[in-house]
Every structure is written in structure tokens, then in C-alpha cells.
């Protein structure tokens, strides 16, 4: 490492130039990397509800479905516009009246079923488009666009695809904003706590790059998903803000003992790599810990956050000692006071009530758990949209107008009796909360033979060895209700045909809520160990990591507890991801206030002047990582549209707060409590002159 950090050092403008250079290559690989906006496809492809996804794709050329309302229309003009939108190159088939009867036919002598399910009295009449490709394809994107073009102000185009479009177009408009703002705030957070004006420009150029080397990297990905590019710049600033500080104060520190500048910033680099290296492996460790996800969606973020804090740590070694080179002299010019104080205060009152803050702990913990444990989530992607967004006005006249909430495809073998059909579709149709079963038996009836239909017609309800059929819901996906309707159904289903499949939104979103809390487990347990092993390896000790942990986990209670007294229901995601991106993050807090007081320690049989010195050195690098993770994620909970995305970034921000809390106030009394225990499970913490007395 020594040559390497004087080369680093002795070249700083050709690390500069190379810096840029690749800024080339990684701009093209964020603009290639797509986007993913559909949380449901990342569900495991062994679930049933995949399959029958696939075999609806593959087999009868369906990706997805869409529910068309047009209003105060006449019936020939709205034949026109479905004429207009079945031409349409990402529409399969667009289904309505005139695909049954001629339009000459009264409604009123039309079968109750079909008039109850395609019109909404003489208001409103309702279309159903099934389209070729998922919800998320850029085909599917576009055409959603160019059926709202084609309908105006009169037609209200509801489903996942319309949800996702909408989601899509918030996302890109607000994305750019979430790192300007996290910039600016970060930028603000530095100026007040940092004695130099010129650093936190220089800090915020090099952590730049980071981010855009790790985007550009997404490429080997393939695609990443929105919540992932939402997250991982405003995380990775956050979060590995704390390497440029740690070289910076150790470059400082070097120059009091060398005048040559290459030769200080070349020890800074050697010494600050291994404090890095220990920092970021439990940050690494925490990310790391969501690709145990069955949730693929665990993956995607996982590797794209690891990466990236393992890219901002060679950027802080390479192309920041770089930067602080060239920039030496502004750099150390212009300063100024800081706000940060100087924790003598906070420090005597820590140590002076240090069992009130022990006790405290336990006080805070036991609301904090009961809060975290019954805190409410919610599954449907739609509720993190606003109610002005096209999909949502959509979404709310199919509950309104015609009582329909979700619709599912059965997928059922061709071999099954048409009399056996005819009997599942009438049981199914009994089951509370189903509005209609569209089947081709319903229709024809068990007693006509099948061989009459034009194989064109039959083709759409019949392929691959299955016969498909729809079933409308009055009930909304996610819902206890549904859940309980879906088990009915799939019981139904199985009677008849054990092979069954049950597909669309509400039965993947059921197959969510059960991977989504065997992943909050594996996540939690994944997480724990890893950090719990890392400490134990950092301190040599046995009752440290339980001490550490308990701390955050603590602060980790508190965050995502607060809901459950506040009457406020978050995203799913965020009980599953929170929890592991609050550990890794602000456990190096714990880290950094336990070394230094074990440091002390050395030079003093006093614990209590020990853990007082080792506040007083250590809450301020604290509370300017706290607050650093804390502006680069407040500003994205404030602003986003995406209550998904801003309830995360909320609850990050306001995690990185609560820990900070934690660490400088009540881990102190932990340590102090604990002490006699740490120093006999623990190897390292004798002082010097206990050593020098056991051994004379």
C-alpha cells in the first residue's frame, strides 16, 4: 500500500485527467442500463402467479390488461375509439359490446351480466384492452400514452400499466432534483460544520464521480429498478461522506509532522485506507445482506448500493487525495468558525448520569419494539401516487362506477368437460366479492360443441393447453378481503383442475405480502449476524457486538415504530430495507465512540475520564456524518410525488438522527455499565499501566 499511496500522491493531475476520462464510459453505461417500474415482476419465477403470467404472455399473447371507461359517449362513437385503440401496435385485442351483438340491439334486452360488467347506466361505458407486453415494456409505456391521446379528457384508462406510466413519468421529472437537492443540503450541512469553505465543494465533486462511476456500472446489471435509482445516489452521498472527512483530518494531522505535502497525503492515504476499509465493510455488510431477498428486488439494490460504497471508497483514496493536492492552498485559506460545539457539556453530563441514560435505554426500548412489531405497511403500488395522477382517477371511478377493484386470469387445463367448466365458473361466481366470470362455457353454454367457433375466436381463449378466463373483483388487491377471496378461489380452481394457475395484480400482490415477510426476516437475521461477526472481529470481544447492535437496533425500533403511534402506514419495502440501510449506515457511529474509548483506556485506569475524552473527540465527526446522511435524504422526502420514494428517504433521514441521539448519549452508559464485563470478554482493553504493573 505504501507505493501505492506515493504514486497516488506524486500524480495527481494524471488521476485528474483519468478521473474525467472515464466519466465517458460510465455516462454511456447509465444511459444503456433501463429502468425497471414494475415491483411485481420481481417475484420469483417458481410462484404459480409468475407462471401463469408467462403462460398468458407466452401462450395467448396477453402481457397485461386494461380497463378503458369512456364517458358520455354515444355507443357508435365509442365502437370508433375502440376500433382506434385495437389498431394499436402494443394492443392484442380491445373487447366491448359490438364483439357479442350488433349495436342495433337495445341494452336492455342485452344479458344482465354483460350490461352490469361493460356500462355504468348511460354515464359510462367500459372497454377491455389486453395488451401484447407487460406492464412495464416501453411498448406497453407507449401505448398507454397514445390510448389516453386517442380518448381525450373523456376516457379514463385504468390498470398496472396506467400506474406504472405514471409512476415512470414522476419518477424521471423528480429524479434529477433528488440529487440537486441532496446536493445543496449536504453542501450547507458542510459549510456549518466544516472549518474550510473550498471542502465541501471539493468532498461533493470527488463523491460525484463516485455516484456516476457507480450508474455507469449499472450496465452489468442489465436494468436496475426506479427504487433503486431513486435511492442510491442521495445513499451513497449520505453514506460515504464519511471517508472524505476521515482523509482529510488524518492529511491535516500529518502535516503538523511534514512539511512535503506529497509525503503527508501519502501517509494520510495508507493510514486512512484501513480505518476506511473497516468503516465500509459493515455499510458493505448491511446492502449485501438484502440479496438475501427472495424478492429479486433485494438484489438490485443490494449489489447497486454495495458497489457503490465500494466505489466511493477507492474514488476517496484515489481521486479525492487528488483534488485536496490541487486544491491545497484555498483549501486551508479560507476558513471559518464552526457551529459544531465542543462537547465538553455533553460530555460531563453523559458521564455524570450515565445509569439514568443505561435505564433510559431500556425505557425507550420496549415502546420502540411493540411499535416496530405492529407498525402497519401497505402492498398496493397505487396508494404511493397521488389522487391527481391520471391511473388513480381511473382507478377510483372502476371502484365508483363499477364496483371493481382487481381482476384475475384463470388459467385452467383445455381437457376439462365443458359441463365441468360451466359448474366452476357458477361456483366461482358464488364467491363473495366477484362481480363477473368471463368464460368461453358461460357464453356458448356445455351443451354446443366447441368445433363451430372460428378458430381465430377460439385461439383467444384457448392455447398451450389452457383455456383462460377472467374474473372481475369488487374487492382492492392487497386487502384482507381479497387475500381471503383469492384462497376461495384457488381452492375452486384446484377442485376442478389440481394444475390450475391464478394469475394478475391481486394474486402476485398476495404472493408480495408472503415473500415480503419471510424477506423482513431473512433481511434482519442476515444483517445482524454479518455486522455482528464484523464487530466481533474489529474489538476481539464477545459482549461488544451485543452491545453495539442493541443500540442501533434500539434506534432502528424507535424509527420504524414511530408510525405505529403516529397512525401513519408505510411502504412495505421500507420494513424490509430500512432496518439493514439504517445498521449498516450509522453502526460505524458505535464504532467509531467504542474505539475511542478503548483507545483512552490505555492511558487510564478511569473509565469515566476515558468515555469523556473519547465524546469530546468523537461526537463531532458523529453529528457531521449524522447530519450529512441526514440532508442527503431529508430533501427527496420532502419534495417526491412517490410516497414510496419519500417515505423511505424520510424514514432514512430521520434514522440517521435517532441513531446519532443514541450512539452520543446512550451508548456511553451502555459501555460505562458494562465495562467490567467488556474488559473481561474483550481483548485490548487493559490499559498501559495495568499492563506495565503485570508485568513487573
Known amino acids: 500500500m505504501e507505493r501505492i499511496s506515493k504514486w497516488i500522491a506524486k500524480h495527481s493531475k494524471i488521476i485528474l485527467l483519468l478521473a474525467i476520462i472515464l466519466v465517458i464510459p460510465a455516462a454511456f453505461g447509465y444511459l444503456k442500463t433501463d429502468v425497471n417500474y414494475d415491483i411485481l415482476s420481481y417475484l420469483p419465477e417458481e410462484t404459480s402467479t409468475m407462471q401463469a403470467e408467462k403462460i398468458l404472455k407466452d401462450d395467448f399473447g396477453c402481457g397485461s390488461v386494461a380497463m378503458l371507461i369512456v364517458e358520455d359517449m354515444p355507443d357508435k362513437d365509442v365502437a370508433k375509439i375502440k376500433d382506434k385503440v385495437a389498431k394499436l401496435d402494443g394492443v392484442k385485442k380491445a373487447l366491448w359490446v359490438d364483439d357479442f351483438v350488433d349495436l342495433s340491439v337495445p341494452k336492455e334486452i342485452l344479458p344482465k351480466d354483460m350490461t352490469d360488467l361493460l356500462y355504468n347506466g348511460d354515464k359510462s361505458t367500459m372497454i377491455i384492452v389486453m395488451l401484447k407486453e407487460g406492464t412495464a415494456t416501453l411498448t406497453t409505456q407507449n401505448t398507454v ?20 406510466k405514471d409512476t415512470k413519468d414522476c419518477a424521471d421529472g423528480e429524479m434529477p432534483l433528488y440529487v ?19 471542502v465541501p465543494f471539493v468532498f461533493l465533486l470527488s463523491i460525484s464521480l463516485a455516484i456516476i462511476y457507480n450508474f455507469g456500472s449499472n450496465i452489468i446489471l442489465g436494468e436496475i429498478s426506479y427504487i433503486t435509482k431513486a435511492l442510491a445516489a442521495v445513499l451513497q452521498l449520505g453514506v460515504t461522506m464519511d471517508y472524505s472527512i476521515f482523509l482529510l483530518h488524518r492529511y491535516d494531522e500529518e502535516l503538523t509532522r511534514t512539511p512535503d505535502r506529497i ?39 443490494g449489489i447497486v448500493m454495495a458497489k457503490g460504497v465500494i466505489i466511493g471508497v477507492l474514488c476517496t483514496v484515489t481521486i479525492l487525495p487528488s483534488l485536496i493536492l490541487i486544491f491545497d492552498k484555498p483549501i486551508h485559506k479560507y476558513k ?11 460530555s460531563v453530563f453523559v458521564v455524570k ?50 364496483n371493481m377493484e382487481s381482476t384475475d386470469f384463470i388459467l385452467i387445463s383445455d381437457k376439462l368437460e365443458p359441463n365441468q367448466v360451466t359448474s366452476m365458473i357458477k361456483e366461482l361466481e358464488k364467491v363473495e366479492g366477484v362481480n363477473s366470470v368471463i368464460g368461453l362455457e358461460k357464453y356458448i353454454g356445455p351443451a354446443i360443441s366447441q368445433e363451430i367457433i372460428p378458430d381465430d375466436i377460439l385461439s383467444e381463449l384457448k392455447a398451450g393447453g389452457y ?30 383442475d389440481p394444475s390450475g394457475l391464478v394469475g394478475g395484480e391481486a394474486p402476485l400482490t398476495k404472493d408480495l405480502i408472503r415473500i415480503a415477510d419471510s424477506d423482513f426476516k431473512k433481511v434482519s437475521i442476515a444483517s445482524i449476524l454479518a455486522i455482528f461477526l464484523i464487530i466481533t472481529i474489529v474489538f476481539k470481544s464477545v459482549s461488544l457486538p451485543v452491545i453495539l447492535v442493541a443500540a442501533i437496533q434500539c434506534a ?13 402506514v408505510e411502504p412495505f419495502i421500507a420494513s424490509i430495507v430500512l432496518g439493514t440501510i439504517q445498521l449498516g449506515a450509522t453502526v460505524d457511529y458505535a464504532i467509531l465512540l467504542t474505539s475511542r474509548f478503548k483507545e483512552e483506556l490505555q492511558y487510564t485506569d478511569n473509565k469515566f475520564d476515558a468515555m469523556q475524552a473519547a465524546i469530546k473527540h468523537s461526537a463531532g465527526s458523529i453529528m457531521t456524518s449524522a447530519l450529512s446522511f441526514f440532508s442527503a435524504t431529508i430533501g427527496v422526502g420532502v419534495i417526491s410525488q412517490l410516497e414510496l420514494i419519500g417515505s423511505l428517504c424520510s424514514l432514512m433521514s430521520r434514522g440517521a438522527i435517532i441513531s446519532m441521539f443514541m450512539i452520543i448519549f446512550i451508548l456511553p452508559g451502555l459501555l460505562l455499565v458494562f465495562e467490567p464485563v467488556i474488559r473481561k470478554t474483550s481483548k485490548g482493553f487493559e490499559s498501559e499501566k495495568k499492563v506495565s504493573k503485570a508485568i513487573n
Request: include cysteine; hydrophobic fraction near 45%; glycine fraction near 6%.
Open 145 to 164: 400514452q397514445q390510448i389516453r391521446d386517442i380518448v381525450g379528457v373523456q376516457g379514463f384508462l385504468s390498470g398496472m400499466s396506467g400506474i406504472i
Open 263 to 301: 509525503e503527508a497525503m501519502s501517509n494520510a492515504i495508507q493510514n486512512t485506507f484501513v480505518s476506511i476499509i473497516g468503516s465500509s465493510t459493515t455499510t458493505v455488510a448491511g446492502f449485501l445482506a438484502l440479496c438475501t431477498m427472495d424478492l429479486a428486488l433485494g438484489m438490485d439494490m
Open 336 to 346: 471559518h468558525k464552526t457551529v459544531l460545539p465542543a462537547f465538553e457539556k455533553t
Open 180 to 198: 440537486i437537492i441532496a446536493g445543496i443540503l449536504t453542501l450547507i450541512v458542510l459549510l456549518l460544520t466544516m472549518e474550510s469553505t473550498v
Open 467 to 496: 383455456e383462460e378466463l377472467m374474473l372481475n373483483s369488487k374487492y382492492r388487491a392487497a386487502s384482507d378481503e381479497c387475500n381471503a377471496q383469492l384462497t376461495q378461489i384457488e381452492n375452486i380452481v384446484h377442485k376442478y
Open 556 to 568: 432502528i425500533f424507535a424509527n420504524l415504530g414511530i408510525p405505529f403511534y403516529t397512525g401513519k
Open 353 to 402: 448520569h450515565y445509569k439514568k441514560l443505561a435505564v433510559l435505554f431500556i425505557i425507550i426500548f420496549i415502546p420502540a419494539f411493540i411499535g416496530n412489531n405492529n407498525a402497519k405497511v401497505y402492498y398496493n403500488l397505487d396508494e404511493s401516487l397521488p389522487d391527481d395522477f391520471a391511473s388513480i382517477i381511473a382507478t377510483n371511478k372502476m371502484k365508483d362506477d363499477y
